[in-house]
Nanobody, 117 residues
Framework: QVQLVESGGGLVQAGGSLRLSCVVSGSSFRLGVMGWYRQALGKQRELVATIGSSGSTNYGDSVKGRFTISRDNAKNTVYLQMNSLKPEDTAVYFC???????????WGQGTQVTVSS
């Protein structure tokens, strides 16, 4: 059974930094696109960043220049370095992974990030 476990969330002051990690376990397939999404209270889930198996990246407009996504394929892990955090970055952050070949997607349980002003 494929499991995604996020870690690294917490409470930080505006202007601070956090680094999220997401470890994928139980997969018998190579991982394709991995990504981070977030959902603030009362809002829809939105894209934060994605990274392909070869390292190509894509970012949501609101985080460009502040967040950096990376991955370690040997460890089946994706990271999100978040700098210059703002109160509007407060949300539950979810990790998602897709297989390199085939269909389907897998989600983590989420990790709370709270940015105080």
């Amino acid at each position: 059974q494929v499991q995604l476990v996020e870690s690294g969330g917490g409470l930080v002051q505006a202007g601070g930094s956090l680094r999220l990690s997401c470890v994928v376990s139980g997969s018998s397939f190579r991982l394709g696109v991995m990504g981070w999404y977030r959902q603030a209270l009362g809002k829809q889930r939105e894209l934060v960043a994605t990274i392909g198996s070869s390292g190509s990246t894509n970012y949501g407009d609101s985080v460009k220049g502040r967040f950096t996504i990376s991955r370690d394929n040997a460890k089946n892990t994706v990271y999100l370095q978040m700098n210059s955090l703002k109160p509007e970055d407060t949300a539950v952050y979810f990790c998602k992974a897709r297989p390199l070949i085939g269909i389907g997607e897998y989600w983590g349980q989420g990790t709370q990030v709270t940015v105080s002003s």
